[in-house]
């Protein structure tokens, strides 16, 4: 038997027909738009897993779809997980949902301990496990196919680099880049219809690339946000950028008043933290003041869709490290070093990234895309992008270009040269976006002190992430925004960051519920 519990409908809602249930939006590979009540147009006629797999892997979008075909149910995710599903099965009873606390009331699963350590250590659970014992989630990427009483997962689409790199020259790349981008911003153009688009706009590149695509692309319906101190030089940043295209711009000032001490115990935050976390992922907190100010006072229009820049940096090779030599021996270190930021990540854990990383055949040139797939179907699709929750949550939309299939498939393949420090990336959005329209603006530069850059270079990255916090002005206000979260700690780490604290606060409110 088969238990379908489909609970949440903040900004994109569940649409249904008798065998079809999915929701967000896609383009198809004729580049046709399918939203709303179309997306079951897209999925009706599905057959079979042979079909089902096809029309998942030429999605470009963000949706969650599951399907009934005689005796078969197949669900999946996006190539980013955004809006996630769960599933748990006792003796041949299967339940389905999108809410793993439902799960948990009619299952009571408790708490799988390799999960917990895992989670206090990198802020999400990796692979298909949960928080909670026998309780899964759908990848990123990934199919899962009910047959005959049995869960069956197939991954269908991958980071990692198994076929060759594109065999053009730098001009080449960076015009097929350009091209994509345009590509892009159509789609998002075509997707928003005329209604706002609301840019979180930071001192970064990436927000600041898709104000200069819609600006360029003349689209005019844009507000920008930004939040923290009033002196950030992010902020600083911000306001210069909207100003320049002639954006509105509104700045969020965090202060006691916007952030009252309280808020822990209030019921919006409550349901927000559980709706964001569904015991796999650290919840947002950065944003969520924000967006909930603008919801509260009527600053966002109605149908409005939140664009957030993440993750293009990424995709371009900020991540990687041109000096450091991999092998499938030093793969799983590597992995732990990255992203886990506590200094012991026992066995078990360790095994289960070794598992993750094996699967896939690539050969000895191509090791380095193991840990760039690791870092995107873990870390970007259950940390970066589960951040836009937030937006869901408060009842709109969201689109996140800069995640266009185009764009994965570009870098995925793109020559590592071309990839080191962002140098192609860098250089389209400068060259064709920021001068042109006169926003050649740096980031804002981190402290040279002779400290910070010893932290950077010679300290672990559980450590470094600590002290440069510790040494860093805080410009987003943090301190104001997790202290009631640690306040209410019984038991805390000797060391941890601030994902870590939130780890640990959410680990013991789940058990304080049992």
């Known amino acids: 038997m088969l238990d379908l519990i489909l609970n949440y409908n903040y900004g994109y809602q569940w649409y249904s027909n008798k065998n079809v249930n999915v929701k967000g939006y896609l383009f198809d590979e004729n580049n046709e738009l399918f939203s709303n009540e179309n997306l079951i147009d897209y999925f009706s006629s599905v057959k079979d897993i042979a079909g089902f797999k096809k029309k998942v892997s030429n999605a470009n979008g963000l949706f969650s779809v599951i399907v009934n075909v005689d005796n078969s149910v197949f669900f999946a995710c996006d190539k980013t997980r955004t809006f996630p599903l769960f599933y748990t099965q006792f003796n041949h009873n299967i339940m389905v949902s999108d809410d793993s606390y439902a799960i948990k009331k009619n299952f009571r699963n408790g708490i799988n301990t390799i999960s917990e350590g895992e989670f206090l250590a990198s802020s999400f659970v990796s692979g298909s496990d949960t928080l909670l014992k026998g309780v899964f989630q759908v990848q990123a990427g990934e199919i899962v196919e009910i047959?005959?009483?049995?869960?069956?997962?197939?991954?269908?689409?991958?980071?990692?680099?198994?076929?060759?790199?594109?065999?053009?020259?730098?001009?080449?790349?960076?015009?097929?880049?350009?091209?994509?981008?345009?590509?892009?911003?159509?789609?998002?153009?075509?997707?928003?219809?005329?209604?706002?688009?609301?840019?979180?706009?930071?001192?970064?590149?990436?927000?600041?690339?898709?104000?200069?695509?819609?600006?360029?692309?003349?689209?005019?319906?844009?507000i920008c946000f930004t939040y923290g101190s009033k002196d950030s030089p992010e902020v600083l940043v911000s306001e210069k950028v909207a100003k320049e295209l002639g954006f509105q711009w509104y700045f969020v000032e965090y202060t006691e008043s916007t952030i009252p001490s309280d808020y822990p115990d209030t019921k919006i935050f409550k349901d927000y933290y559980k709706f964001a976390s569904n015991h796999t992922s650290v919840f947002m907190t950065q944003d969520y003041f924000a967006v909930k100010y603008l919801y509260e006072n009527d600053v966002v229009e109605k149908g409005a869709i939140f664009a957030p820049g993440h993750s293009g940096d990424f995709l371009a090779g900020s991540h990687l490290v041109a000096d450091e030599s991999l092998s499938r021996e030093s793969l799983t270190e590597s992995i732990v070093n990255k992203h886990y930021f506590q200094k012991k990540v026992n066995d078990l854990v360790k095994n289960k990234i070794t598992q993750l990383v094996s699967s896939e055949d690539v050969d000895v040139q191509n090791i380095y895309s193991l840990k760039e797939n690791f870092n995107f179907k873990e870390r970007q699709a259950k940390f970066i992008v589960n951040a836009n929750r937030v937006y869901e949550y408060f009842g709109f939309k969201h689109a996140l270009p800069l995640w266009d299939s185009e764009l994965i498939d570009f870098f995925k393949h793109l020559p590592l040269e071309y990839k080191y420090n962002c140098a192609l990336y860098n250089d389209v959005i400068f060259d064709s976006y920021f001068k042109p329209l006169d926003i050649p603006y740096e980031k804002p530069k981190p402290s040279t002190s002779l400290v910070k850059v010893i932290v950077r270079k010679y300290i672990p990255k559980y450590i470094k992430d600590i002290l440069i916090h510790w040494l860093s002005k805080d410009t987003y206000r943090l301190s104001l925004i997790h202290s009631p979260l640690e306040y209410q700690l019984i038991d805390k780490f000797y060391l941890s960051n601030i994902n870590g604290m939130l780890a640990e606060w959410y680990i013991q409110e789940i058990k304080n519920e049992e």
């Open 147 to 222: 047959n005959d009483g049995e869960c069956k997962p197939h991954l269908y689409h991958s980071y990692c680099l198994t076929q060759g790199e594109i065999e053009l020259d730098e001009s080449q790349n960076k015009i097929k880049l350009l091209n994509i981008l345009e590509r892009v911003t159509a789609r998002l153009i075509r997707l928003a219809k005329g209604r706002q688009i609301v840019l979180p706009l930071s001192g970064g590149y990436d927000s600041r690339l898709l104000a200069a695509l819609l600006k360029k692309n003349q689209y005019e319906n844009v």
